[in-house]
């Protein structure tokens, strides 16, 4: 496979910067472009604020590539079927850079960031067949075939996460549709369509969400606007630079990122009902990259805003991570009442409107209610 040196970032049909290697190959560097300096925003506050200079990529926690161009990068069933993919090929892509992995996403991924040059992959057949799909993603990570493993991926459009997805557009939009792992119960779309209703009964913002063939859930991608414009969007992960393999994050850091890229009220009061509901109902996957934000606007005024995306990935967990959480409220995974009062007030709630929201999204998951907090 073709060695990527240089690497161009780009949003929409504009230039971002540049990606290249250290000397050694060990680390990424990044510089932005100079019209996206004039015109732009930080793609990633934190970590790549929007100035003119070299960044260099930390060692850890991502091997030396930045958070928010990790994001880009398919993760879990993703990388798995990427794995299978490259193998066939006689490509063990452990020895690829983070650079070729980016190029091999190319304009396919989540978001709005492509890079070129890219690298194409075997064309495959788009499939809308969704349960031909789910038998064929279940033999894969059953290892009882590995010939379709390119065509999942193609058809996942690189999305991140544990179970087998994939994308398709129909009149009402975009969507991604969700399959059955082999872990996972025969309802667990089913499932997951109940706890997006409960989520919305409880004010917590979710995109439109459907049941494709009864069974498979299906939720309309936020990383496209209605008018078909790809959003730039980040996890909280990324921007944070925080990695799946070390969960060690708290409400109180997501409520405060929250508050700093957005400085919108209203979407720390949202982060904030996603805490309960997570812990109300038992939804123990709530790690760092299943919380997203995106960057709204246009470049006419130079009006971008970063703001809350809207939430995913809600359904019962119990598994978590040992057991627990992924992200504890207050430093304990076992919460009691003045633990999220004090992560609200932390961030400048009032313990009244703290307690008005528990109160609120209690009664709207109550049917799910499986963590009653105590006093």
């Not at 994050?249 to 979407?267: E, F």
């Not at 812990?279 to 299943?290: E, G, I, L, S, V």
């Amino acid at each position: 496979m073709k060695k990527i040196d240089k690497l161009y970032v780009r949003f929409r049909d504009q230039s971002v910067g540049y990606l290249s290697l250290t000397p050694d190959n060990r680390l990424n560097v990044f510089e932005y472009d100079k019209s996206w300096l004039a015109n732009g925003f930080s793609i990633s506050p934190l970590e790549l604020p929007l100035k003119s200079g070299i960044f260099i990529a930390k060692p850890q926690p991502f091997y030396g590539n930045f958070g928010i161009f990790e994001d880009s990068l398919p993760d879990g069933y993703g990388r798995y079927l990427l794995h299978k993919a490259l193998m066939r090929q006689g490509i063990n892509d452990s020895d690829l850079s983070s650079l070729t992995r980016l190029a091999l996403v190319g304009d396919n991924g989540m978001g709005a960031l492509s890079y070129t040059p890219c690298i194409n992959l075997e064309k495959e057949e788009t499939v809308n067949d969704f349960d031909r799909l789910q038998d064929i993603a279940l033999e894969v990570l059953k290892e009882q075939q590995d010939n379709d493993a390119g065509m999942l991926l193609y058809n996942s459009g690189n999305s991140g996460g544990a179970r087998p997805k994939a994308v398709f557009n129909d009149a009402e939009g975009h969507w991604i549709v969700k399959f059955r792992h082999t872990y996972d119960p025969k309802d667990i779309g089913v499932q997951e369509y109940h706890y997006n209703e409960a989520a919305k009964k409880c004010g917590i913002i979710v995109p439109d969400f459907k049941l494709v063939n009864g069974r498979y859930f299906a939720t309309k991608r936020f990383d496209i606007d209605t008018e078909n414009n790809r959003l730039h969007t980040a996890t909280a992960g990324g921007l944070l630079c925080l990695s799946l393999r070390e969960p060690f994050l708290d409400y109180s850091n997501l409520l405060a990122l929250t508050g700093y890229i957005t400085q919108s009220r209203d979407d720390v009061e949202q982060m904030y009902r996603r805490m309960l509901f997570n812990y109300f109902t038992d939804n123990k996957d709530d790690h760092c990259k299943n919380f997203s934000y995106h960057v709204v606007g246009n470049s006419d005024n130079g009006a971008w805003r970063w703001r809350l995306a809207p939430a995913y990935d809600l359904t019962l967990c119990t598994e978590g991570y040992n057991g627990e959480h992924a992200t504890s409220v207050n430093g304990t995974g076992h919460p009691r009442i003045a633990d999220f009062i004090a992560v609200g007030t932390k961030i400048k709630l009032t313990e009244k409107r703290c307690r008005n929201i528990i109160d609120e999204v209690r009664s709207g998951c109550i049917e799910l209610l499986r963590y009653d907090i105590e006093k």
